[in-house]
């Protein structure tokens, strides 16, 4: 069964390094997301992307974060200058047409000391 | 902004018995609703799904009813096994391609 996958899947930074979490969604999909989990929080919505741009953004997704599909396959989540609140769990999330819904990938953990 | 609320953070039943996990949500533009379950260091796995022209969706042990009027939903799980132990958590979006608005979660324990 076709899955998303994230990489790395734990990520350790010191504050005000640059991170780059990749995703490579479902390969017919055509929607793309990044969603965070702060320990002990809900799951927050970062970003959506169609079509080579973004199509909706959270306030949480400000000039610090973008986002990128460099090519047919991966989709990146960029974070400029990472801060210590960043430290959370990032899942890309992908949909395709026929879906029922978003299928998230496994996550990947930013630890940011 | 709790725009969905699951005001339950924890439930326990015993094996066999039924789980009803309930959640709230306050913005009538939501128009589909998820129920998805979630173990530590995972991602957020789908189990079944509403859109708001239905009041209820069965899929096997799992059935979800929507009450609009109310803005509440329920996801039932019947009968309950140990391996349902998880967290449960309900979305709602505006529509099928959109954001995703999750509750704070449920922690389901089913005790053998």
């Known amino acids: 069964e076709p899955e998303v996958t994230q990489t790395p899947s734990h990520q350790v930074t010191q504050m005000g390094q640059e991170v780059i979490l990749r995703c490579v969604p479902i390969s017919n999909h055509l929607y793309f997301y990044w969603y965070r989990q702060i320990l002990g929080q809900k799951v927050e919505f970062l970003v959506s992307?169609?079509?080579?741009?973004?199509?909706?953004k959270s306030e949480i997704f400000d000039d610090q974060f973008s986002v990128e599909r460099p090519d047919g396959s991966n989709f990146t989540l960029k974070i400029r200058s990472t801060k210590l609140e960043d430290s959370a769990m990032y899942f890309c999330?992908?949909?395709?047409?026929?879906?029922?819904?978003?299928?998230f990938g496994p996550g990947t953990r930013l630890t940011v000391l | 902004d709790q725009q969905v609320k699951q005001n339950s953070p924890s439930l326990s039943v015993q094996e066999g018995r039924i789980s009803i996990l309930n959640c709230d949500y306050t913005?009538?533009?939501?128009?589909?609703f998820l129920w998805y379950k979630k173990y530590p260091a995972e991602g957020p796995t789908f189990l079944i799904s509403?859109?708001?022209?239905?009041d209820k969706n069965e899929d096997g042990r799992f059935t979800v009813f929507l009450n609009k009027s109310a803005k509440h939903l329920s996801l039932h799980i019947v009968p309950s096994q140990p391996g349902d132990s998880a967290v449960y958590f309900c979305a709602a979006s505006v529509s099928n391609t959109g954001k995703l608005i999750f509750g704070q979660g449920t922690t389901l324990q089913v005790k053998p």
């Open positions: 509403i859109s708001s022209i239905k």
């Open positions: 913005n009538s533009m939501f128009d589909y």
């Open positions: 992307f169609y079509n080579n741009e973004i199509s909706e």
């Open positions: 999330a992908s949909w395709g047409q026929g879906s029922d819904t978003q299928y």
